[in-house]
């Protein structure tokens, strides 16, 4: 079945610092991919997403390409903010009938001023 | 613009004692609503779909039901909880066409902790 990897649990950063949050996936075709956002007591709120190989979706300064040969889909941004903590959590939806999305386990990241 | 409400916020039940949440959809006919549970620091798992009134699909089995009585409604309920069924609770819903691309726009959520 799909499934998603997010290799970090946990991420504790400074202000200004350069994030980079790694996303695998395994799925057969061209999955789409999402990332999404979710803050505490809140539910996830989507960022973007890409459906296509090279692909690349962004949004408030974070950005993914969607790379089917590494099947990975990295969330990155050049200079986080403290009120970018949060928990990121990158999903896949391989298509059907009831619009499935399978999330990873989520990364929750830190930032600190 | 489109609302998505849950209730309630939050909830504290008893071991088999019977449960109903709900979710509303203002603003959009015919969105597909979708019900996801998140156990306490973990990751979203899909339990249930429903492209239409009065019909639900389940997509795992935690002995709980859902039904959609309204084209804005959505209900989660089970008659007897199990400590098992403790976590944040989630309504979502996307537009009327299915397509693998679509974003869910999720409401904010039941926490519900049984004891």
């Known amino acids: 079945g799909d499934s998603v990897t997010q290799t970090e649990g946990q991420v504790a950063l400074s202000e200004e610092d350069f994030l980079t949050i790694h996303c695998n996936y395994s799925a057969s075709g061209y999955p789409a991919l999402f990332w999404y956002v979710q803050y505490p007591g809140e539910g996830p709120q989507f960022l973007f997403r890409a459906s296509r190989d090279k692909e690349k979706g962004s949004s408030r300064g974070f950005e993914a390409t969607y790379d089917k040969g590494t099947t990975s889909f990295h969330l990155r941004k050049a200079s986080v903010q403290e009120s970018d903590s949060a928990v990121y959590y990158c999903a896949l939806n391989s298509g059907g009938s009831n619009a499935k999305l399978t999330f990873g386990k989520g990364t929750k990241l830190s930032v600190k001023s | 613009a489109q609302t998505i409400h849950q209730w309630p916020v939050a909830e504290i039940k008893a071991v088999g004692s019977p449960l109903s949440l709900g979710c509303t959809i203002k603003g959009k006919s015919s969105p597909n609503l979708y019900w996801y549970w998140q156990a306490t620091g973990g990751t979203l798992q899909q339990l249930f779909y429903s492209i239409t009134v009065g019909q639900v699909e389940s997509v795992v089995q935690l002995n709980l039901s859902a039904s959609r009585p309204k084209d804005d409604q959505f209900i989660l309920s089970t008659e007897k909880l199990l400590l098992s069924h403790s976590g944040f609770y989630l309504c979502?819903?996307?537009?009327?066409?299915?397509?693998?691309?679509?974003?869910?726009?999720f409401g904010h959520g039941t926490k519900l902790s049984v004891l």
């Open positions: 979502a819903w996307s537009p009327g066409q299915i397509f693998s691309n679509e974003r869910l726009f």
